[in-house]
């Protein structure tokens, strides 16, 4: 493979100069890092990674190509992608092309050859930043500008930008249940992997896009209700807090991930802010505060719930990050309403939170 000259610049004036490869061209997003040994294909075609440039912190990717069973989406949603070192050659049985071939087909821009590990530390030191990846230009001080005219996740709706366009549904598997509940999923950038396994538990799942009205969820019937993950910032999803408002004075139970678990924060009086630098990885500690398990989670957000909703005692914290004692899980105390910042269906990651998608079928059944 050929390969020309990249650059990235951030919107600090930081530059790093490197080979290009995927798809040839220019883009702007956020730059963030992931800390995921494995799990690149997963991770490109996480809804949540849109307006995004994901740094992934392991050095060597590609080396088990790409294939068609492990997408999360149907096609890479990251706005452009950051390697120490790209493999052109594939060495998976489960191979059906090569990493950077992927990429371009697919229209991402991708940068190699640069140090990583030197920009992972800036980020986590000075937090997150708008950059931009270019293979047409190497004047750093014009393509800085750029990155700063760039749009901030601040403030940015990208839930309606990456959900579904109609309601899908799906049907349960060969579950525990006799009887397949009637989920209604709200897709804010919904992970293939949820919906495998809400089926795999014995759930019929309705697919909604993230504007749906409470109203019309509940016009469905549901035995209950999912709120995915998905990118951006929650506070702009103001029509997804209303809905999400009226399906609990509703108490219909309600189980929300990542994004889900932002809404749900807003809706119940709580606020949100920015973390600096985000968590994205498979390995994040999280303390279950009712066990005292610590589970192994896979996590990818940048924006966190404040505390001081437990202020209220109605909610009850659940679940506690032990890199830096932020918010990732709590409950209603009387109404059946739970939810995790981080992802249990974990694709990539550990799968020690599995459990919760039971928990939510036995809070429907409970409730029934």
């Known amino acids: 493979m050929e390969r020309g000259s990249a650059m990235l610049a951030l919107e600090d004036g930081t530059l790093f100069e490197g080979q290009s490869f995927g798809r040839a061209g220019e883009i702007t997003g956020e730059v963030v890092f992931n800390t995921a040994l494995c799990g690149y294909q997963e991770v490109l075609t996480d809804p949540s990674y849109a307006g995004q440039i994901v740094t992934m912190t392991y050095p060597h990717i590609g080396n ?11 096609r890479p949603q990251v706005a452009g992608f950051v390697v120490r070192e790209v ?28 140090d990583t590990r030197a920009l992972t530390r800036h980020l986590r030191t000075h937090g997150a930043k708008r ?13 800085v500008e750029r990155a700063r005219g760039s749009r901030s996740m601040i403030g940015l709706d990208l839930a309606r930008e990456v959900t579904c366009p109609e309601p899908y549904r799906l049907e349960a598997g060969a579950g525990p249940t006799t009887v397949p509940y009637r989920v209604v999923a709200y897709d804010f950038g919904m992970k293939q992997n949820i919906l495998r396994m809400l089926t795999a538990a014995g759930c019929d799942v309705t697919v909604v896009p993230a504007t749906t009205s409470g109203a019309d969820t509940l016009a469905l019937k549901p035995d209950g209700v999912f709120l995915s993950n998905g990118p951006g910032d929650p506070e702009p999803c103001d ?17 929300g991930i990542c994004l889900g678990h932002q809404i749900l924060g807003l809706a119940c009086g709580g606020k949100t802010f920015k973390l600096k630098f985000g968590h994205r990885g498979a390995n994040h500690p999280v303390k279950n ?21 437990f202020e209220r005692p109605e909610f009850i914290l659940t679940h506690v990050n032990l890199n830096d004692q932020t918010l ?23 799968h020690d939170s599995h459990y919760l998608f039971d928990d939510f079928v036995q809070m429907m059944a409970n409730h029934k």
């Open 64 to 74: 088990y190509g790409v294939n068609r069973e492990d997408v999360e989406s149907a």
């Open 131 to 143: 950059g931009i990846i270019s293979t047409l230009s190497r004047d750093g001080a014009a393509l």
């Open 328 to 350: 990732e899980g709590f409950r209603h105390k009387r109404e059946p309403v739970f939810c995790v910042q981080y992802h249990p269906e974990a694709a990539p990651g550990p």
């Open 289 to 309: 505060l009712a066990t005292g398990h610590v589970e192994v989670t896979s996590q990818n957000h940048g924006f966190s719930v404040d505390p001081a909703l």
């Open 239 to 255: 029509y997804a807090v209303e809905a999400s408002r009226k399906i609990m004075d509703a108490r219909v139970p309600v189980f």
């Open 87 to 114: 493999s052109t050659v594939a060495s998976s049985w489960r191979a059906s092309g090569e990493l950077h071939r992927y990429l371009d087909e697919a229209g991402v821009v991708g940068i190699s050859e640069i």
